[in-house]
């Protein structure tokens, strides 16, 4: 399957079009929870909802949400760094990577893990935002199957420093399944020998009130 991988800086767009993206990675998150039986869009929401394509079903929940309206069988959430939400999690929930030791290594952004998606659940990836100035950090890559698995995503963070933004969208939302092993990556462009806040907005989806402990 093909894909876009362009950051655009948050300066470069108006409240109207975050608000699309993120109801962009919302719609991709509740279409893919469906496939993945993570929850399901009851036939009484979307007519023929099985019956689409999967362009299609992403573009009937996204005209879907413009109305107001939210799946009665999945919920969302904020990702959090702590184990209800991502397997082998580190024990401080915050958004660092490890050390930058080395420029040019790319370094996990979950401190010194890698993560995995829990058992039921779907991790959507939308934006990112480094907070940790000057900022140490220029390559952002998410991968599958973890720190040498295949590359699903590569965004150049140096395109939101060169406008003094902190912020950017993807142009695409990057997806896991449940189960899923994989990273998320930042290189080192300043050896600092520190943690950097790269801070990634994600959301997670589950059953709709599921019995998972947060």
Known sequence: MSSISVLIPI???????QKEYRLKALSAGFAR???SG????LPEEISGFDSLGTQAKINAVYQKLLTGWVPH?????ELQNLAADVTAAPAVNDWLTAALAVVGTAYSCFQAVNPTVPANKLHVYWKVSV???PPPVNWLTFRTQGAVGNVVGLFDLSMLY?????EGY???PIVYDPTTPYAVQATARIATGLAARVILGAYVFEPANTTVTR
């Open 162 to 166: 060169t406008r003094q933004d902190t």
């Open 38 to 41: 993570v929850g399901k869009i």
């Open 11 to 17: 300066g470069s767009m108006t409240l109207t079009d």
């Open 170 to 172: 993807f142009s695409e």
């Open 131 to 133: 907070e940790t100035v």
């Open 33 to 35: 929870s469906h496939k």
């Open 73 to 77: 069988e999945i919920d969302v959430h």
